[in-house]
């Protein structure tokens, strides 16, 4: 069974950074394929939107509203995904969240999920 656990989340001022972490504990015994790991978020009434993903030795992938600020990055061997974020806006206030599963024919099939970390950026 594959849990994700992240860390990292909290309150900073607007300009700041922060850097989340995603553990993908279990992912090592798993029958399960995972080969991409990511992150989500979604504010207050607003739908979860896209956030940043990495495919493991193809390529990485942000949501456009985080293009040039946040950079993700991980280690394979560790099944660990962080996500660093920079130049904090208060709109990037929310609960992020991390996923995990198997890309296949450029489809990400998020298949675990983690319980969700609270970033609050404060202006």
């Known amino acids: 069974q594959v849990q994700l656990i992240e860390s990292g989340g909290g309150l900073v001022q607007a300009g700041n950074s922060l850097r989340l972490s995603c553990l993908a504990s279990g992912r090592s015994s798993s029958t399960v394929s995972i080969n991409t790991m990511g992150w989500f978020r979604q504010a207050p009434g607003k739908e979860r939107e896209f956030v940043a993903a990495?495919?493991?030795?193809?390529?990485?992938y942000y949501g456009d509203s985080v293009k040039g600020r946040f950079t993700i990055s991980g280690d394979n061997a560790k099944n660990t995904v962080y996500l660093q974020m920079s130049s904090l806006k208060p709109e990037d206030t929310a609960v992020y969240y991390c996923?995990?599963?198997?890309?296949?024919?450029?489809?990400?099939?998020?298949?675990?999920w983690g319980q969700g970390t609270q970033v609050t950026v404060s202006s």
């Open positions: 996923a995990a599963g198997e890309t296949k024919a450029g489809t990400w099939d998020q298949k675990f």
């Open positions: 990495i495919t493991w030795g193809v390529d990485t």
